[in-house]
Each structure stands twice: as C-alpha cells, then as structure tokens.
C-alpha cells in the first residue's frame, strides 16, 4: 500500500484532472467542497478514479466517506483503504 503523501498526492492530481486546476496548488487542508467546481457528481467522479488508480474501494465505505471534509481527509481514508 502506498504511504499517505503519495496518496495525497493521487487525490490532488484526480481533483485537478476533474476540476481542471492545478493539483500542485491544492492544499490539503482545504476543503472538498470549496475547491472552484466543485459539486457532488465531480467529487464522486475523483472519488472513483482513486479508487481505479489505487485498487480500493471507497465507496462501500459510505460512514467514513460521510466523515471526509478535507482534501488530506480523503487521501487519509484512502491509504488506509483495502483492496
């Protein structure tokens, strides 16, 4: 499993890929929602390519994922996810 700042990083590129920013500029506290374009169906869309880049599952983690707030919030759920 991969540590939690490469995972950090994953979260960061998927968000800018689906939000079309610039994940290099994401801070990690920030949160989910306030990222520009953010919405619901775009953060499920992020949520879906980590999952596909990491081979996880997050979204039979419906509890936990209803605790994400944070960019550093998700990449921390996601690493310590399981296949």
Do not use: F, H, W, Y
């Amino acid at each position: 499993m991969m540590n939690e700042s490469a995972v950090l990083a994953v979260v960061c590129r998927r968000l800018g890929e689906v939000l079309r920013i610039d994940a290099e500029e994401i801070p990690p506290d920030i949160l989910l929602i306030a990222l520009p374009g953010a919405d619901s169906l775009r953060l499920v869309e992020v949520i879906v390519r980590v999952e596909d880049e990491l081979g996880i599952a997050l979204l039979d983690q419906e509890k936990s994922l209803l605790e994400v707030r944070t960019v550093a919030d998700l990449a921390r759920l996601a690493a310590g996810a399981n296949p």
